[in-house]
């Protein structure tokens, strides 16, 4: 990326790049150079508490609300009024960043589109580049795309999705871009680029720069985004608070923080969104040495669940408390044109969720798929004929920490054993390729769901005792003949990342073996990168 005095410098190729020359002027670089001074200590500090918690839970203590805090749940107050354009969100779709696919989104019918730099895009520069510039081209109406066949593909004159962009998770960082010799927060990167190129645009359609924060897990990660977005409106010479945000829910200690995270950012949120597959990997990840709380095949831990139910039902309940919307999760599903049975079967498990969401009182839902978004909106036109449910208040939920860490019943099979394999090694593979988001067995995976894949396999090869439902013990020798044998058990020809398959399995296999769950698959498999 541009080199100066601040940033790293690069290759005399990369500095020419006209992806870095559009992206990152002068202008840009100074700007991102401020945000990485002021912020990064912050940053490193709340990530050593992560650490300093996890290392709690680790010990035997239990997550719980924080007494400290009980005055914000308790006493009354409500977020900023959310805008005209976020007032009805009752289905989104999301996806990476890539051209093709930010145009068909847009025009997809559904109310907004959230555009994702991060579990559905894999973090190369290039892609991230190109993702700024896409963007820019989207919001500035310019935006078009000609396939290799010669289908065109551009905007259409109206009725567009409302744009939300996703920047990555404090945990990640920016390895192309340095300030003093340290890698930038990539949520910064992203969040701070995006809003530099298009904010003043977006501010004066009365369209943000609107905003999905990822991966939090304490309020003091939302008082920080709070600050951080509240420096760059100023420095841009936006109006304060014309920011907004939407906060998934999507970790364990997150939930039980809430009443917190809105009140931090109660001046610029606008949601929390049921984040369900992260929050899965992340009460794994939170109970990996609690043998008593060991999460049975991913097929089987659905929303019905009771500490997934609980979640969702006390976002409800907090949200609508509060004034803001409270959104459902992803419906993975991808249409099978192929197999009319089999797809009828995954249209039919999509309108038993979405139906379960809108009488629980959510306001909106996510899709993976525009195939699906037809299928969603009928279910909440028919169900929720205003434009959110915020009347909805849920006084009946009564949720304590127990029913949040209820441990789910179920079985560990032989097929869940092999699936969580195959599909980790897959998304792995075609992520180190540079693909974020991969169809997978009529499902459309990203890296949430290779995370409950790669934690389960640990968790289940390193608590003791733990059997397969034929009462076979699981264990390592079990793992290593399995592993051995993946590219047997996966199609030659075809896949994405075809030819990183040998190095996906074998980063897969020294993390199952490791005597401690690393936190993200994606941090020592962003060193592997290519960031050309």
């Not at 500090?45 to 009980?70: C, H, S, V």
């Not at 005055?71 to 976020?86: F, G, M, N, Q």
């Not at 037809?374 to 279910?379: F, G, H, L, S, W």
Request: hydrophobic content about 40%; aromatic content about 8%; charged content about 25%.
């Amino acid at each position: 990326m541009a080199p100066s005095s601040a940033a790293q410098s690069f290759s005399p190729e990369a500095a020419a790049d006209p992806r870095v020359q559009r992206v990152l002027t002068p202008e840009a670089v100074a700007l991102l150079t401020e945000l990485h001074r002021r912020f990064e200590p912050t940053r490193q500090r709340l990530l050593q508490a992560r650490r300093a918690w996890q290392a709690r839970i680790d010990g035997g203590a239990l997550p719980d609300f924080r007494p400290e805090t009980r005055e914000i749940r308790e006493s009354d107050w409500t977020v900023a009024p959310i805008p005209e354009a976020l007032r009805d969100r009752r289905v989104e779709i999301t996806g990476p960043v890539d051209r093709k696919m930010i145009i068909n989104a847009l025009n997809s019918g559904a109310k907004v589109f959230m555009a994702d730099f991060e579990d559905s895009s894999s973090p190369t520069r290039r892609n991230m580049l190109d993702g700024q510039i896409n963007l820019m081209d989207a919001v500035a109406g310019s935006i078009e795309f000609t396939s290799p066949e010669g289908k065109r593909y551009a905007l259409k004159a109206e009725g567009l999705a409302t744009l939300i962009v996703r920047p990555r998770g404090w945990h990640l960082d920016e390895a192309n871009f340095r300030v003093d010799g340290q890698p930038m927060s990539g949520s910064l990167f992203d969040m701070a680029l995006f809003a530099f190129h298009n904010g003043r645009t977006l501010q004066a359609r009365d369209r943000g720069p609107y905003f999905y924060l990822p991966k939090m897990q304490a309020f003091e990660e939302a008082a920080l985004w709070d600050e951080a977005m509240a420096f760059v409106e100023n420095r841009l010479g936006l109006p304060v608070g014309c920011m907004k945000a939407t906060v998934l829910i999507e970790t364990l200690p997150a939930v039980f923080e809430m009443h917190e995270i809105l009140h931090a950012l109660r001046c610029r949120i606008v949601g929390l969104n049921c984040g369900r597959w992260d929050y899965i990997f992340s009460y794994i990840k939170t109970f990996r040495r609690h043998p008593d709380r060991v999460l049975p095949d991913r097929s089987q831990v659905t929303m019905t669940v009771p500490f997934l139910k609980a979640y969702s039902e006390l976002l409800i309940q907090t949200c609508h408390r509060r004034g803001a919307n409270a959104m459902g999760g992803m419906a993975a599903q991808i249409p099978i044109p192929s197999d009319p049975v089999a797809n009828e079967e995954a249209l039919a498990r999509v309108r038993a969720d979405k139906l379960r969401e809108v009488t629980a009182g959510h306001d909106g839902t996510w899709v993976a798929h525009p195939g699906l978004i037809p299928v969603a909106r009928e279910i909440f036109d028919k169900h929720m004929p205003t434009p959110n449910q915020l009347h909805v208040r849920r006084d009946d939920v009564r949720v304590d920490r127990d029913l949040l860490i209820h441990a789910s019943v179920g079985t560990i099979t032989r097929e869940g054993f092999y699936a969580n394999i195959d599909v980790c090694v897959r998304y792995l593979a075609a992520w180190l390729d540079g693909m974020g988001c991969v169809p997978i067995h009529n499902l459309m995976e990203d890296a949430a769901t290779a995370e409950i894949s790669r934690a389960q396999l640990w968790q289940w090869l390193h608590t003791p005792d733990q059997r397969f439902d034929d009462g076979d013990r699981i264990d390592m020798a079990l793992f290593e003949r399995a592993i051995s044998t993946v590219e047997q058990r996966l199609p030659r020809s075809g896949l994405p990342g075809q030819a990183r398959i040998k190095e996906a399995t074998q980063l897969l296999a020294e993390l199952t073996r490791a005597d401690s769950l690393e936190d993200f698959i994606t941090l020592p498999a962003y060193g592997r990168l290519d960031h050309a």
